[in-house]
């Protein structure tokens, strides 16, 4: 090969991001990218405009704070609980088709026998509108799936497939042998 | 009450929706709205410009498809496996805050006995670049969590979350004393 051929582009690639428009919290770029097979194309990305520079997940996370914090945090104002945390996700993506959104899932355990959640108080901010619901685990689906034929609501993905994923679990143990972790 | 005297509006509701960009895909709309108090307040929402007048969901869902068949036949297309149905979300929404983006999520089971899975052949579209990736159910998170620390990836909140339900209900059978069904 000589020095003269163009140069093989082998990883793909981003070439360039553009501003098609920027709201106050949300933009929308337009992303050129070089594919697997060398071939360049476009994409539309949306971004938040409110990322922090100090770290990889959107969401409610105050400068400096963990993800975990910051769920225990946003739990005490908007239900007025008191939890521990049981455990927490990587950062991850919510809607990769679409935009660069991530996010952290914070699992919580609520002890209902501590003082400070038998009577839990809210702390909304302004314009912020918060209703509890609180349904048992065991018949999580069960209660979602009624949730959703009495009333006009959409539930989040992500709160579906784990009860999805604990059905899974407790229901087709032949197909989860020994379950490791 | 006179009939002088304005109404009171007691359901929020939204007011108006202008659009602020439209790309060929996605489009950023001004959402003018009026909240459970009362006041009018705005916010950005992203809708995709692709949605059917036919279907509440966004996705791959071709005209007059169910989500069911939409995903069996990804699921040949994008890995070569035929699948069988296990399990259907209701339409779940995916990031709220930021779009009005919907889907159904689909569990579906592989029965690796079957003559067409056993060479599974992609039949990828122009643009398309998918490897699949085999983990085992009983150690899904753990092997999620190795793939994550070896390859520069982001993985699926919902992915990551389908694997702590199971382990939730696996690890933590005194929290779900009779998971029902």
Known sequence: MSNSEPKLITAPHVVKEELMAAGTWVKLEKTTYVDPAGN?????TVKRTTRQTTTEVDGLIDE????EAAALRELKEET???GEIAGVTPVTCLDPGLSNCTTQIVLININGDEVENIHPTQQLGEGEFVEVVLLPLDEFQMKVDDLLKKEKILVDAKVYIFAMGMVQAFFKPRELPVLKQ
Chains 1, 2 share one sequence.
């Not at 400096?64 to 993800?67: L, S």
């Open 40 to 44: 360049t194309r476009t994409w539309e």
């Open 64 to 67: 400096g704070e963990t993800a």
């Open 80 to 82: 007025g609980y008191k």
